[in-house]
């Protein structure tokens, strides 16, 4: 039996634990884990669509463009590595996952006859129903009200039908890719109407026009403000017997992706549960070993042995046929907790309490000697094998020492890998600060989640300084998160809550308001407060049509400046570090430095620094926090020291 075997057995022996009295059955399931993996409903991507008919509908109402039209988008293509054939690891383009959900390349999609309702100014509305137009319509009309009814909205318009064009693939894709599955697999797959061939995309959008001359398509075509690149109009051939849009559609479909659906939500909830455990140990002696008691060892008929598992991880190893464990009984062993037999055998000794609650793993992991592409991986391997994560939502950021005041370390230039003079390679220090930005992604939605902790597991002074200057910040702007708010009210809070710390301390001096004129945050804050999260990490629509980026420092780093709205997901991750390129240039400056404590600031040149980072969604009358990681300096160390996650202070061994 292999390690995922008695992973499973310890999960289902950990949930009988707690279900009943001594000596009760507990019924063995064929699989269970802590984390599950849920099933996506294709009901979400069907909702998106409806959503976005009827942003579209309500838009054009108050246009005069045409009357009808399809929204028609290009799904990914599947790259190689440069020149070689080495595919890279697909993943959608994030506006077709939106609206469809196919995770497959190659695939084109549409939204068949948004309608517009300008053409309703013009019509006389004392023309009667004519067998014609009964015709031209192709629905029943009752009444003279109806017939005006059905040319607003025609029936289409109302279903906002739906189709995929899949790509034809050659005979020998079942050869070396698998099976070549019809169209009727994509169609129950992925919940639409109609499923045919890319090749015959011009045809059938044709067919399904009821407009005189060339149909009208809706392309995607707009800016996206995190990266100021554009998005992608689908490439059709024969591309000239259609009259073109490219200005209507990215907009609203920006605006729709803006307010998550309840299914959205759970999405990102999933993926917020297995980020934070990812940070988590499955139970604290679990992967260091577990205690057995002797009279079990010695007693052989229990036919028990103790090995050690590849990557130094003690285990048990069970000599049981796992096919004939149909239940599962308790028993309360004097001294040692409790045993758990299976049909007379004994399967697990001394239940481990670390199972009630997770502990952080890359928190419990973290050592003095490691180096930061050990703990990335770590966090790389939970999320897959146990939270069926593929894709991570960005590139890792494990930094540590000065690296973490490198606000998107982990690049290819600095991939993780601290190296000290002549580039030779270091390791985590003992007095180090860890600053480790990792969030998984699953069914294409993301997480972002930003844990800071010192290396050895016990904050210095100097360290619980500045993280509860930062702590602070991330608390204060939480508690202020509600419909209405405005965003760059947020960020300043959060700046000025930090200089009040910082101020505390002795880092800065003198007045706190004349420090936010002059933008004197920005030097310890020199990113944005937060950022919309869903599909994508830093999610469109930060800047609606109107709005303008900020000038100032700081503030012109805010991926967003809206005002919140219920339904909305966004991150908040206030943040202190100590970056030379900042600090110089306002020690230098005649009015800036004023408000600089050299003196202090020097003890801070190699610090590094602290952010915290949660997902947050803002609520009716407030918000939710979807991160459920260590965040009070007792917790930390608490956790690092092995105390079980959730922590409470009497749980803590004096």
Request: glycine share 8%; net charge negative; with cysteine.
């Amino acid at each position: 039996m292999d390690l995922v075997v008695y992973y499973t057995l310890f999960i289902k022996l950990h949930q009988g634990a707690h279900s009943g009295p001594a000596d009760q059955a507990v019924p063995m399931a064929s699989c269970a884990t802590v984390l599950s993996p849920p099933e996506v409903p294709m009901e979400l991507h069907a909702l998106n669509r409806e959503k976005l008919v009827q942003a579209m509908r309500d838009h054009l109402a108050t246009s005069s463009r045409p009357v009808r039209g399809f929204v028609v988008l290009q799904g990914g293509e599947e790259q190689t590595r440069y020149c070689s054939d080495h595919a890279l690891l697909f993943r959608q383009e994030s506006y077709f996952a939106y609206l469809f959900g196919v995770r497959e390349p190659g695939f084109f999609g549409a939204i068949l006859h948004i309608a517009h309702i300008s053409h309703l100014n013009n019509v006389d509305h004392s023309m009667k129903i004519s067998d014609s137009r009964k015709s031209v319509l192709g629905e029943a009309v009752k009444d003279e009200v109806d017939f005006k009814r059905v040319l607003m909205f025609p029936k289409d318009v109302a279903s906002g039908k739906s189709i995929l064009f899949a790509p034809r693939l050659p005979d020998d894709y079942a050869v070396w890719l698998g099976e070549i599955k019809p169209p009727s697999v994509f169609k129950e797959r992925y919940m639409v109407d109609m499923v045919f061939y890319v090749d015959e995309l011009v045809q059938v959008l044709h067919s399904q026009s009821d407009k005189q001359g060339k149909p009208l398509l809706f392309l995607l075509y707009g800016l996206n403000t995190d990266s100021n690149n554009f998005s992608k109009p689908a490439e059709i051939e024969d591309i000239e017997k259609f009259d073109t849009d490219l200005s209507t559609l990215h907009p609203i479909l920006t605006e729709c992706r803006v307010i998550k659906s309840k299914m959205e939500l759970d999405i990102i909830q999933y993926a917020n549960d297995v980020s934070s455990e990812a940070h988590i140990e499955l139970g604290d002696k679990v992967w260091h070993g577990m205690d057995i008691p002797v009279e079990a060892e010695q007693d052989k008929k229990h036919n028990l042995r103790h090995n050690l598992l590849p990557g130094s991880m003690p285990f048990l190893n069970f000599i049981l046929p796992f096919t004939i464990m149909s239940s599962i009984t308790r028993h309360n062993w004097p001294k040692h907790g409790t045993c758990y037999f299976v049909h007379g055998s004994i399967l697990v000794v001394q239940m481990i309490s670390a199972f009630n609650g997770a502990i952080p793993l890359v928190m419990r992991q973290a050592r003095v000697g490691m180096k930061e592409y050990q703990l990335e991986s770590i966090f790389l391997h939970h999320v897959y094998m146990y939270g069926g994560c593929r894709h991570c939502s960005y590139t890792c950021i494990c930094a540590t020492g000065e690296n973490s005041a490198v606000l998107h370390y982990g690049h290819a230039s600095a991939p993780n890998d601290r190296v000290g003079i002549l580039y030779l390679d270091v390791t985590l220090e003992d007095g180090d600060m860890a600053l480790f930005d990792m969030g998984a992604e699953y069914h294409f939605y993301g997480s972002d989640i930003t844990c800071s902790f010192p290396v050895n597991g016990k904050f210095t002074k100097d360290q619980a300084t500045i993280y509860n200057a930062v702590l602070a910040a991330h608390n204060a702007v939480i508690e202020s998160m509600r419909p209405g708010v405005c965003w760059i009210d947020m960020h300043e809070l959060a700046e000025k809550t930090i200089l009040e710390s910082l101020k505390n301390r002795g880092i800065v001096l003198g007045d706190i308001d004349k420090m936010m004129e002059l933008r004197l945050g920005a030097i310890f804050m020199p990113h944005g407060l937060g950022h919309l999260l869903g599909i994508d990490t830093h999610d469109p629509g930060g800047y609606a049509q109107g709005l303008e980026r900020p000038k100032e420092p700081g503030l012109k780093a805010l991926r967003t400046i809206r005002k919140l709205q219920e339904g909305m997901v966004i991150t908040v991750e206030p943040g202190c570090y100590f970056i030379d390129a900042l600090l110089n240039p306002a020690l230098e400056d005649t009015v800036k430095s004023k408000f600089l404590n050299r003196e202090e600031i020097v003890k801070y040149r190699k610090f590094g620094g602290v952010r915290i980072e949660s997902d947050v969604l803002v609520t009716a009358d407030g918000s939710r926090n979807f991160t459920n990681c260590p965040r009070q300096t007792w917790e930390i160390e608490a956790v690092m020291a092995g105390a079980p996650w959730p922590v409470t202070r009497s749980s803590i061994k004096s």
